[in-house]
């Protein structure tokens, strides 16, 4: 099969997460994704973890360079020859340039940019819902997503709290980070002709469907 190089963009609790894990099982790709690194690093007291948590707790964007160093630096780890999901990255169009020209130099390119379209009402409703496991991030929702025993994860059966960021405050300066800095790299890659577009209001396993159908047509028109 052609390399699947995809980057997944929308807005904060589009269902970004819930759907790159998904398609890490169908297509067997490393699953990149920055929140969930700095989210590691932050809990390891790094320096970059230090650095950018302040950020993150006011749900401003982290500086370019900081987040640029660490993608460059996981993209030329070998697992990634067969392909990636990236995402949260890119989120400015500094970011966008500096993954065009890294891949430039890896002789490689973008499948597709894949757009998670929802309206900002369920974005509210999918974060103020959302739990996420302790120990390794598992997501769940209190009403879409229940796990089988309150409060604790099913897959490792670790405690499930409310991200810090998830707060209502919190949740619409995300928003206003993502209108301002983020979606202008719609049309970014609409020129670029790798935008896609999904519906992503509608139920997961709908979602899962349109992507796989999306990238097939997507890996289609790239052999043509
Ligand atoms: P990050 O962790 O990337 O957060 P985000 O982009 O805001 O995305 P989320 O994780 O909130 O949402 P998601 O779309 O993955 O939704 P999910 O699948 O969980 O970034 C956090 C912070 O890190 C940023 O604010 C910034 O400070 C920093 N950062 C990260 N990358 C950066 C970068 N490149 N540059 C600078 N700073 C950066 O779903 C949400 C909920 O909805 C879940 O509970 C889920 O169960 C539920 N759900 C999912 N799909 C559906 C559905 N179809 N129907 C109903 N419920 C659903």
Redesign the pocket.
């Known amino acids: 099969m052609a390399q699947l190089n995809l980057v997944l963009l ?1 807005p ?7 759907q790159a894990r998904r398609l890490c099982e169908d297509f067997n790709l490393p699953y990149i ?4 690194m ?1 989210r590691e690093r932050v809990k390891e007291g790094t320096d970059l973890g230090l650095q950018a948590r302040s ?2 707790d006011r ?4 500086p370019d360079d900081l ?1 640029i160093k660490m993608i460059i630096e996981r993209l030329q780890e070998p697992d990634t020859e067969i392909g990636f999901i990236l ?5 400015t169009e500094v ?1 966008a340039e500096a993954l065009d020209r890294e891949l430039t130099e890896l002789g490689r390119s973008l499948t597709a940019a894949i757009l ?1 379209e929802v309206p900002e009402e369920d974005v509210m409703r ?2 103020s ?2 739990r996420v496991c302790v120990k390794n991030g598992h ?3 209190v009403e ?2 229940k796990p089988k025993h309150e409060d604790r994860c099913d897959l490792d059966g670790s405690r499930l709290i409310q991200r810090d ?1 998830d707060r209502e405050e919190v949740v619409k300066h ?1 928003l206003e980070e993502y209108r301002s800095k983020t979606e202008p790299l719609i049309e970014y890659y609409e020129e670029q002709g790798i935008l896609r577009r999904i519906d ?1 209001a ?3 396993d709908q ?1 899962r469907d349109q992507i796989r159908a999306t990238l097939a047509m997507a890996l289609f028109e790239e052999q043509v």
């Not at 904060?12 to 819930?18: E, L, M």
């Not at 994704?33 to 969930?36: E, K, L, S, W, Y």
């Not at 749900?59 to 982290?62: A, I, K, N, S, Y």
């Not at 995402?87 to 989120?91: K, M």
């Open positions: 929308g904060p609790g589009a269902g970004k997460g819930t994704a920055t929140g969930d700095l950020y993150m749900g401003d964007l982290v987040i995402d949260g990255f890119p989120r970011q998670f999918r974060l819902g959302r997501n769940y929702h879409f997503n960021d995300r992503a509608r139920s997961s979602v």
